[in-house]
């Protein structure tokens, strides 16, 4: 099995062995990063890796709405 590349416009973060366990630890990453940034908005993906689980980023700038 070949690892995956990196899909353009995504980052590696970083890797877990197990895919439940990426998960939370992509979510925490992402909880925080969105609280101490208010102006962005992270998007995370998990995808299976020779044996292991990538967690690949992509943070955006939010878009202001008119109230």
């Known amino acids: 099995m070949r690892s995956p590349k990196v899909p353009e416009g995504w980052e590696y973060w970083t890797s877990e062995p197990d895919e439940e366990d990426a ?3 992509a979510m925490a ?3 925080t990063h969105e609280r101490v940034r208010s102006d ?3 998007r995370l993906r ?3 890796a020779k044996g292991t689980h990538w ?3 992509r943070i955006e700038q939010r878009q202001e709405t008119a109230a």
């Open 29 to 31: 990453y992402k909880e």
């Open 40 to 42: 962005v908005f992270v």
């Open 55 to 57: 967690i690949l980023r």
């Open 46 to 48: 998990v995808v299976p």
């Open 23 to 25: 998960w939370r630890l």
